[in-house]
Nanobody
Framework: EVQLVESGGGLVQPGGSLKVSCAAS????????MNWVRQAPGKGLEWVSG???????YYADSVNHRAIISRDNAKNTLYLQLNDLRPEDTAMYYC??????????????RGQGTRVTVSL
């Protein structure tokens, strides 16, 4: 059974940084692309970033140059470093497993999420 557990969210001031993590289990982590998606209050799900099995990274325009996605295959863990945070980055952040090694836009299955709030 695929399990994805996000952590690391919190309250951050505008301009600050935060690193969220996703611990994965139930599948061979290194064989699959992994993605981050988010849902802001009252809005739909938005794809944020993806990393394929070989490690190539992809970013949405909304976070490009402000986010870094990475993976530690030895620890079965996915990360998202968010810099220069803005109030519009406030959302629940979910990690999602790709269907294949190159499925960097998949949104399911995903974990329960970790909340990031950007505010003074």
């Amino acid at each position: 059974e695929v399990q994805l557990v996000e952590s690391g969210g919190g309250l951050v001031q505008p301009g600050g940084s935060l690193k969220v993590s996703c611990a994965a289990s139930g599948f061979i982590f290194s064989d699959y692309a992994m993605n981050w998606v988010r849902q802001a209050p009252g809005k739909g799900l938005e794809w944020v970033s993806g990393i394929n099995a070989p490690g190539v990274q992809y970013y949405a325009d909304s976070v490009n140059h402000r986010a870094i996605i990475s993976r530690d295959n030895a620890k079965n863990t996915l990360y998202l470093q968010l810099n220069d945070l803005r109030p519009e980055d406030t959302a629940m952040y979910y990690c999602a497993k790709g269907r294949t090694a190159f499925s960097v836009y998949d949104r399911e299955p995903r974990g329960q999420g970790t909340r990031v709030t950007v505010s003074l």
